[in-house]
């Protein structure tokens, strides 16, 4: 299969540069897979859509201000993983003077050394001082290249879940953005953390979607949360990092670990029933996991219509439950 296959034209306006001022305020797509009906709803009213017995699971990672800038030389990082011993993998611009060895001086107390490179491409930073405290203080969430603005206080409470809990992120499950407590609170639900990295939005390179390797993330299922799976008649994954999660272990059970699952077209989902989720970047691999679980023409068709009717994309956009 051809990455070409999952392209689809948008136009920037609909590429969503702000949340909007009440999270259930978006539009939700209904999609049904068995007769390809497409139907238009607000997200407010998810729980006309969802049936007795159905559990809701989300993603309760939690996005760090992971965006730091050094003084000298002057470089960006954006931390990717917390490798212990005061040890990150990060991506740094600019990349070519990122040389193993060289030191970066960020305050007289907080300071870093390049020890070498990574396999995605990036680097592996030792920090001296308190990484967490720092970014807490100097960090900036780190918000997609498609939204096209200054990063601003209000994005720490808005790039986030109202129950994210586990640190560890750096892209917001974004299908978990619409939830309120209140809202929430009206649905059986449970929590698995999948803290995404750069394997969820690493952009697809290569022409054969087959040929593409993703990065491996860290994943936890409690035990509690495989308790209320294996009650559900249901399973109805909140955003693709679940449906990843989930279909890892391919069982309604408890398990840890990393995964690097690539979901495409014709994989045969074993888990989730159900998907909500957000709209996706052309010939992303989240665009072509949606595709797995509805089938590709389906999925751009549904697409096709959201742009149509005006639909809000990508990571503060609207959303569409695929049953």
Not at 2 to 16: R, S, V, W
Not at 105 to 119: M, Q, Y
Request: glycine share 6%; aromatic share 10%.
């Amino acid at each position: 299969m051809k990455t070409a296959d999952f392209a689809y034209n948008l136009p920037d306006e609909l590429i969503a540069q702000q949340p909007l001022p009440e999270r259930t305020a978006s539009r939700l797509m209904i999609v049904e897979r068995a007769t390809g009906t497409i139907r238009h709803e607000q997200f407010r009213n998810l729980g006309a859509f969802l049936k007795a017995g159905d559990l809701l699971v989300l993603n309760d990672t939690k996005v760090i201000p992971a965006r730091i800038w050094s003084q000298s030389p002057a470089v960006e990082l954006l931390l990717v993983e917390n490798l212990g011993d005061h040890r990150w993998s990060a991506l740094v611009k600019p990349g070519y003077r990122a040389k193993p060895g060289m030191k970066l001086r960020f305050t007289p107390w907080f300071n870093a050394e390049i020890e070498g490179e990574t396999d995605f491409g990036g680097r592996v930073i030792r920090f001296t001082g308190d990484v967490d405290s720092y970014l807490q203080h100097h960090g900036v969430m780190p918000l997609p290249p498609y939204i096209d603005r200054k990063v601003t206080g209000a994005d720490r409470d808005r790039y986030q879940t109202v129950f994210a809990q586990a640190p560890g992120a750096i892209a917001a499950p974004t299908a978990g953005l619409h939830f309120t407590p209140k809202l929430l609170a009206k649905f059986p639900h449970a929590f698995i953390t999948l803290h995404v990295g750069i394997g969820t939005f690493r952009p697809v390179k290569v022409e054969n979607v087959e040929d593409h390797k993703m990065h491996a993330e860290h994943f936890v299922i409690p035990a509690a949360t495989a308790t209320a799976m294996q009650s559900a008649k249901r399973i109805v994954a909140v955003g693709t990092t679940v449906a990843r999660t989930l279909e890892t272990v391919g069982a309604r059970r408890a398990a840890s670990g990393t995964t690097d699952i690539f979901i495409r077209p014709p994989y045969q989902f074993k888990v989730v029933d159900a998907l909500l989720t957000n709209f996706h970047l052309p010939k992303s691999t989240l665009l072509m996991l949606v595709s797995a679980f509805a089938g590709r023409e389906l999925v751009l068709r549904a697409y096709a219509e959201a742009i149509r009717e005006r639909y809000r994309f990508f990571s503060y956009g609207d959303c569409m439950l695929l049953v």
